[in-house]
């Protein structure tokens, strides 16, 4: 399959309709990104015709639906190039995904008095769940600050190593604010020369470049699938084997047992240890499909496409008078976000809508980014997807101009 925007922009449906009697101009994607009939296809034939609860059922329908569940988890294993199936844990979404490395890898290996080391670039869900670690279980959280290009600080990442205190560094592959792509490779090896184990939020960057979690060595790597165009309510834990053997289980009951008795239980094996209750079959085929859409498309391909509209938007953007950038990292992705002179993030979005373009707008879940960067009222924000076109970014830049002119 060759990278034809125009083709691929046929497969959303939703990219078809009007919005307040003008052509969608959805630069949301960084959000939640829309969904091909791909996706939308298998999860309706999985509840039309192949659905029951995995796992359990010695007939026909529980076998199929098991076999299809398991199949999503090695198409993520191979996509991920993780070394074995059984290192991907599915979950709820990347936030789920944190806050179970946080209790069970924080407070069940982790020691009070070690650090974990995280950023001022976070998203919430990357900071939040440490915070409620270091207050709960005495840990020491510790901030990497962030240049004034939006780029993390390696030299204070070295500083807050140095110790030899931290446990585990928490960071972002790609910022859902500013954009920056971080060296993932590098962060990897300055924190395991330091003794330290390293996540990566892979939120942003699992859907705009190939992940390779061994080339990586990444010790955990988290990911969401409805902005893989995938569905809601699935999300991924890569995390290396002998990690997931010893870190105990997050919530109680399901498959996460081996075996129980009134007098206790003892736990599965991983990734079913980690997987307590019914999971989310049918989102986990919809995750399959949308793996196996981008995959055909080719990440190479849909990163040089984005690549070429990062250039684009970076020129158009820089044109409009009033206009100000948060970061400009020479390693980014389509993720763009702005503030106009005079108007407020929640105005201009709104006056953007009425020209039927869908942009973001407040703190985007990074509150102590945004003080970083003194824009405490928040921004606005432009993500792109594989779909979204050098047009649709013209037409942001016209419409900007149109409303500085309105609020001026």
Same mark, same amino acid.
């Given at each position: 399959?060759?990278?034809?925007?125009?083709?691929?922009?046929?497969?959303?449906?939703?990219?078809?309709?009007?919005?307040?009697?003008?052509?969608?101009?959805?630069?949301?994607?960084?959000?939640?990104?829309?969904?091909?009939?791909?996706?939308?296809?298998?999860?309706?034939?999985?509840?039309?015709?192949?659905?029951?609860?995995?796992?359990?059922?010695?007939?026909?329908?529980?076998?199929?639906?098991?076999?299809?569940?398991?199949?999503?988890?090695?198409?993520?294993?191979?996509?991920?190039?993780?070394?074995?199936?059984?290192?991907?844990?599915?979950?709820?979404?990347?936030?789920?995904?944190?806050?179970?490395?946080?209790?069970?890898?924080?407070?069940?290996?982790?020691?009070?008095?070690?650090?974990?080391? %995280?950023?001022?670039?976070?998203?919430?869900?990357?900071?939040?769940?440490?915070?409620?670690?270091?207050?709960?279980?005495?840990?020491?959280?510790?901030?990497?600050?962030?240049?004034?290009?939006?780029?993390?600080?390696?030299?204070?990442?070295?500083?807050?190593?140095?110790?030899?205190?931290?446990?585990?560094?928490?960071?972002?592959?790609?910022?859902?604010?500013?954009?920056?792509? %971080?060296?993932?490779?590098?962060?990897?090896?300055?924190?395991?020369?330091?003794?330290?184990?390293?996540?990566?939020?892979?939120?942003?960057?699992?859907?705009?470049?190939?992940?390779?979690?061994?080339?990586?060595?990444?010790?955990?790597?988290?990911? $969401?699938?409805?902005?893989?165009?995938?569905?809601?309510?699935?999300?991924?834990?890569?995390?290396?084997?002998?990690?997931?053997?010893?870190?105990?289980?997050?919530?109680?009951?399901?498959?996460?047992?081996?075996? @129980?008795?009134?007098?206790?239980? %003892?736990?599965?094996?991983?990734?079913?240890?980690?997987?307590?209750?019914?999971? =989310?079959?049918?989102?986990?085929?919809?995750?399959?499909?949308?793996?196996?859409?981008?995959?055909?498309?080719?990440?190479?391909?849909?990163?040089?496409?984005?690549?070429?509209?990062?250039?684009?938007?970076?020129?158009?953007?820089?044109? @409009?008078?009033?206009?100000?950038?948060?970061?400009?990292?020479?390693?980014?992705?389509?993720?763009?976000?702005?503030?106009?002179?005079?108007?407020?993030?929640?105005?201009?979005?709104?006056?953007?809508?009425?020209?039927?373009?869908?942009?973001?707008?407040?703190?985007?879940?990074?509150?102590?980014?945004?003080?970083?960067?003194?824009?405490?009222?928040?921004?606005?924000?432009?993500?792109?997807?594989?779909? %979204? $076109?050098?047009?649709?970014?013209?037409?942001?830049?016209?419409?900007?101009?149109?409303?500085?002119?309105?609020? =001026?």
């Amino acid at each position: 399959m060759s990278f034809d925007v125009r083709k691929i922009r046929e497969d959303f449906p939703i990219l078809a309709q009007m919005q307040r009697g003008k052509p969608l101009v959805f630069l949301d994607s960084g959000a939640s990104a829309q969904k091909p009939r791909q996706v939308i296809g298998a999860m309706m034939r999985c509840m039309e015709s192949a659905y029951a609860n995995v796992h359990r059922g010695a007939y026909y329908l529980s076998e199929t639906a098991t076999e299809a569940y398991e199949a999503s988890r090695r198409a993520v294993a191979t996509f991920l190039n993780a070394a074995r199936a059984e290192e991907i844990v599915f979950t709820a979404n990347s936030t789920m995904a944190i806050n179970l490395v946080a209790h069970c890898y924080g407070r069940g290996i982790l020691k009070p008095g070690q650090a974990v080391v %995280t950023s001022e670039m976070e998203h919430h869900a990357n900071m939040v769940p440490w915070q409620m670690l270091r207050d709960a279980h005495g840990i020491e959280l510790r901030y990497v600050r962030v240049t004034d290009a939006g780029e993390l600080d390696l030299e204070d990442l070295a500083a807050k190593l140095k110790d030899g205190k931290v446990g585990l560094v928490a960071v972002t592959h790609m910022s859902n604010v500013l954009g920056t792509v %971080t060296p993932a490779a590098q962060i990897a090896r300055m924190a395991h020369e330091a003794g330290a184990k390293v996540l990566f939020d892979g939120s942003q960057a699992a859907v705009h470049r190939k992940v390779d979690v061994q080339a990586l060595d990444a010790d955990f790597y988290v990911f $969401t699938g409805h902005k893989l165009y995938g569905p809601t309510g699935i999300g991924v834990l890569y995390a290396k084997h002998a990690l997931l053997e010893a870190m105990p289980p997050f919530l109680g009951g399901g498959d996460m047992i081996a075996t @129980v008795s009134l007098a206790g239980s %003892t736990w599965a094996a991983p990734p079913a240890r980690f997987e307590a209750g019914t999971p =989310a079959i049918v989102e986990a085929i919809g995750l399959h499909a949308a793996i196996d859409y981008v995959t055909a498309i080719g990440l190479p391909a849909i990163e040089a496409h984005e690549r070429a509209l990062v250039d684009h938007a970076m020129a158009v953007l820089s044109q @409009v008078e009033g206009l100000s950038l948060l970061g400009r990292a020479q390693d980014r992705g389509g993720v763009f976000a702005f503030s106009l002179d005079n108007a407020h993030a929640h105005d201009l979005s709104t006056l953007l809508d009425r020209a039927g373009i869908a942009v973001r707008a407040g703190r985007h879940c990074a509150e102590p980014l945004h003080e970083r960067f003194g824009v405490e009222g928040g921004t606005c924000r432009a993500s792109f997807g594989l779909y %979204t $076109t050098p047009e649709e970014i013209d037409f942001l830049g016209a419409a900007l101009v149109k409303a500085r002119e309105f609020f =001026a």
